[in-house]
């Protein structure tokens, strides 16, 4: 079946949906994006990527070019023309596509943003299998740009250390600065140490994790410790059990670093937990 996607107002086959080879996303690297999770045919957290999406927009002095409540209704538009029951909804929005190319920001006035949507159909998504057996990771050096914390679509870096992992004949890699573990390709890291979690403060250095945000606050309420602080890899290595979060993988555990076991080498019981909790709270409060 063709994807419609949503291309600046309008609902598209995605084989007609075309942008201008000026977009900055294209020349620049000028945009955000967000992805957001389907289940059962309700988004997940919609509120927490739409509040971050501000966020991006803001920090880089780009409009929105479309309200919040917009936005929402678009996501469950393309959900139900594409029929996803279990999915992703991908957003982009760039700072559009002047007359021509040129490093200084084109007048918002005259250059409208570019927003694209398109949507992911991804049955079982819920029950991954790479949750039952956990993933298995590496370390590589952190060498993106430092504004981690605005959800960019400069994504080469990541993409690489994702090939990088490929390579080595694991599932991802977690990236590494000043010694310190910062957090995944495209997730963030834990680990658990008794009944602790531990995982990176906010800063400029990561992003700001929505399911990362959800599945902190289901932790507490589990009577888990959390605690932010920087750490390495061999102390994580060391750790009960380690796991990523995000809004693909939702809580999933990671049962190897860097060619050593933590534990059994199989999923420890409070990542299972923690993936059990986070998708009946989520479904609860899906829109």
């Known amino acids: 079946m063709t994807r419609t996607v949503y291309l600046n107002g309008d609902y598209l086959p995605e084989h007609e949906a075309k942008v201008s080879i000026f977009d900055r996303a294209f020349l620049m690297g000028d945009g955000v994006y967000e992805v957001t999770s389907v289940l059962d045919g309700k988004l997940i957290d919609f509120k927490g990527h739409a509040t971050r999406l501000q966020r991006s927009l803001d920090e880089l002095d780009m ?73 298995k990771v590496i370390s590589i050096a952190d060498e993106r740009w430092g504004r981690r914390d605005i959800k960019t679509v400069q994504l080469l870096y990541p993409s690489m250390g994702k090939m990088m992992a490929k390579k080595a004949g694991v599932d991802d890699a977690w990236l590494v600065e000043d010694g310190f573990v910062t957090e995944g390709t495209s997730n963030n890291a834990y680990f658990i140490k008794g009944n602790r979690i531990v995982t990176r403060a906010l800063s400029n250095d990561i992003l700001h994790g929505i399911t990362r945000a959800a599945v902190l606050r289901f932790a507490k309420e589990a009577q888990m410790e959390v605690e932010e602080r920087n750490f390495t890899i061999e102390e994580a290595q060391g750790a009960d059990e380690a796991f990523i979060t995000s809004a693909s993988t939702f809580v999933m555990p990671v049962v190897e670093i860097d060619g050593v076991a933590l534990g059994a080498g199989t999923p420890g019981p409070r990542a299972l937990r923690l993936r059990e909790i986070y998708l009946d709270e989520s479904r609860k409060a899906a829109i």
Do not use: C
């Open 63 to 135: 409009r929105a070019p479309v309200t919040m409540d917009a936005l929402l209704e678009i996501h469950r538009e393309l959900v139900a023309r594409n029929e996803i029951t279990e999915g992703l909804v991908y957003l982009q929005i760039t700072r559009g596509a002047p007359d021509d190319r040129d490093f200084v920001f084109p007048d918002p006035d005259t250059t409208p943003a570019t927003i694209v949507l398109f949507t992911q159909n991804k049955p079982g998504l819920a029950n991954s299998p790479a949750a039952k057996k956990g993933i």
